[in-house]
Nanobody, 126 residues
Framework: QLQASGGGLVQAGGSLTLSCAAS??????????IGWFRQAPGKEREGVSC????????YYADSVKGRFTFSRDNAENTVYLQMSDLKPEDTAAYYC???????????????????WGQGTLVTVSS
């Protein structure tokens, strides 16, 4: 029900912006706590960033703080993950996800997110 896009191949130090749209799903993303997750081959899915819908607080994994920025465009019903100074260890499939209706705060656990996008692949070459 969510559509993630914007992945690609980039050299280390480069930038990408991922988008997560819900235009075809009927979801209004401004009403949901939204998270970005990533999963590298052979590794577990990990949280990258998340924004509460209750208070707008945004959280980042330590590994991406200062390099990634979460943003939201309610008019476009789209959230973004701006990624800069990319590193080879950022290589992964990136997913956006929304918590269920009524859950306005982020969670560290992927299982607490109900709606998922299909993932977009980010590859960072050294």
């Amino acid at each position: 029900q969510l559509q993630a896009s914007g992945g690609g191949l980039v050299q280390a130090g480069g930038s990408l912006t991922l988008s997560c749209a819900a235009s075809a799903s009927g979801l209004s993303l401004g009403h949901y706590a939204i998270g970005w997750f990533r999963q590298a081959p052979g590794k577990e899915r990990e949280g990258v960033s998340c924004r509460n819908t209750a208070d707008g607080n945004t959280y980042y994994a330590d590994s991406v703080k200062g390099r990634f920025t979460f943003s939201r465009d309610n008019a476009e019903n789209t959230v973004y993950l701006q990624m800069s100074d990319l590193k080879p260890e950022d290589t992964a499939a990136y997913y956006c996800a929304a918590r269920p209706v009524g859950y306005y705060y982020c969670s560290d656990y992927a299982s607490d997110f109900h709606f998922w996008g299909q993932g977009t692949l980010v590859t960072v070459s050294s």
